[in-house]
């Protein structure tokens, strides 16, 4: 399965409109982004189809926010995680759990990708 449709089957989705969320996410993201920011990164094996290692990054705003929690709040991004202490001492698991409750919100609002209704 491609990125695109894997997308899409996990919003519910078609991948039409799981690409129109991907450029909706981009633009918030530029938007978010466009003070300076702090990235704080961690270097572990990933999750999921590959055992491989790479960076994970935790990006705050220039006003502080979290750029994952803003992105799963407003519906644009699915989350994807890895269990390793965070920079500011939070255990991944609790930080998951809180991406979880941003996640069901977005959803039971409606807001981005859990918003557009299938024909």
Do not use: C
Not at 49 to 56: E, G, P
């Amino acid at each position: 399965m491609g990125r695109i449709a894997e997308q899409a089957a996990y919003f519910g989705i078609s991948s039409d409109a799981a690409i129109e969320v991907g450029r909706e996410a981009s633009e918030f993201t530029k938007q978010a982004l466009a003070k300076p920011f702090t990235i704080y990164t961690r270097w572990r094996r990933a999750l999921g189809r590959s055992a491989i290692w790479r960076y994970y990054a935790i990006i705050v705003t220039a006003d502080g926010r979290d750029l994952n929690e803003l992105l799963v709040n407003s519906g644009l991004a699915r989350i994807y995680g890895t269990r390793t202490p965070l920079p500011d001492g939070r255990d991944s698991r609790e930080y998951l759990a809180h991406l979880h409750e941003l996640e069901n919100e977005a959803k039971a609002a409606k807001r981005g990708a859990r918003g557009i209704v299938q024909p």
